[in-house]
């Protein structure tokens, strides 16, 4: 399988953010847009950082969070300014595999790449 075949279906492009498909409607709506438009909203880099780790968040909404995490520590690198006290590595890691047909869940909206909710926790959101 090369790359290309391996990555989730767009089905739509929100605000840039490409709307990934085998999710209701009312899902992409309801739960995907505003998560999108929340993630938009927030300028504090560890924020972003925390919620592209966070696996109850849309896989969408948390790969804009990563994209704009490394954003702002290229726009710092550049600048030669103060890079964000974050691990970028770490950040990368925890979106891994939300764009892979390979490694999508069949049970949550994630990847097998995530980690799991711990005993009585419930993040991850059950695919319908």
Same mark, same amino acid.
């Given at each position: 399988?090369?790359?290309?075949?391996d990555r989730i279906v767009i089905?739509?492009?929100?605000?840039?953010?490409?709307?990934?498909?085998?999710?209701?409607?009312?899902?992409?709506e309801g739960v995907v847009k505003p998560a999108i438009d929340r993630v938009l909203g927030i300028g504090d880099?560890?924020?972003? &950082?925390?919620?592209? $780790?966070?696996?109850?968040?849309?896989? @969408?909404?948390?790969? *804009?969070?990563? &994209?704009?995490?490394? $954003?702002m520590w290229e726009l710092a690198? @550049?600048?030669r300014e *103060?890079?964000?006290?974050i691990d970028l590595a770490v950040v990368k890691a925890s979106v891994a595999g939300l764009q892979s047909m390979r490694w999508r869940s069949s049970q949550y909206y994630?990847?097998?790449?995530?980690?799991?909710?711990?005993?009585?926790?419930?993040?991850q959101v059950p695919r319908t």
């Amino acid at each position: 399988m090369t790359q290309a075949e391996d990555r989730i279906v767009i089905l739509e492009t929100y605000r840039g953010v490409g709307i990934h498909d085998q999710q209701p409607r009312e899902r992409i709506e309801g739960v995907v847009k505003p998560a999108i438009d929340r993630v938009l909203g927030i300028g504090d880099v560890k924020r972003l &950082a925390d919620y592209a $780790a966070d696996t109850g968040n849309p896989p @969408e909404a948390r790969l *804009l969070a990563s &994209a704009r995490v490394e $954003a702002m520590w290229e726009l710092a690198a @550049e600048s030669r300014e *103060l890079r964000p006290d974050i691990d970028l590595a770490v950040v990368k890691a925890s979106v891994a595999g939300l764009q892979s047909m390979r490694w999508r869940s069949s049970q949550y909206y994630g990847s097998l790449l995530d980690r799991r909710d711990g005993p009585g926790q419930r993040r991850q959101v059950p695919r319908t």
